[in-house]
């Protein structure tokens, strides 16, 4: 899924995989979703609310230097 805008500053915010659960799984993987947020849970918040499913987890991402 394509992140979305939000109005965090640039500095403040930091990157986010959010894997869900959706309704049914066959295949084992879980479907995640990428987004900008201030910390683990306002990432773990904005996920749930935007696919409307439960969170099994939450990544930062960090950028490769």
């Given at each position: 899924?394509?992140?979305?805008?939000?109005?965090?500053?640039?500095?403040?915010?930091?990157?986010?995989?959010?894997?869900?659960?959706?309704?049914?799984?066959?295949?084992?993987?879980?479907?995640?979703?990428?987004?900008?947020?201030?910390?683990?849970?306002?990432?773990?918040?904005?996920?749930?609310?935007?696919?409307?499913?439960?969170?099994?987890?939450v990544?930062?991402?960090?950028?490769?230097?």
């Open positions: 899924m394509k992140r979305t805008a939000n109005t965090i500053p640039a500095s403040a915010a930091r990157s986010y995989r959010c894997f869900y659960e959706p309704a049914s799984s066959e295949s084992g993987l879980l479907p995640h979703v990428d987004l900008d947020a201030e910390d683990g849970s306002a990432a773990l918040h904005a996920a749930h609310t935007k696919t409307g499913h439960p969170i099994a987890r990544e930062r991402l960090e950028r490769a230097s």
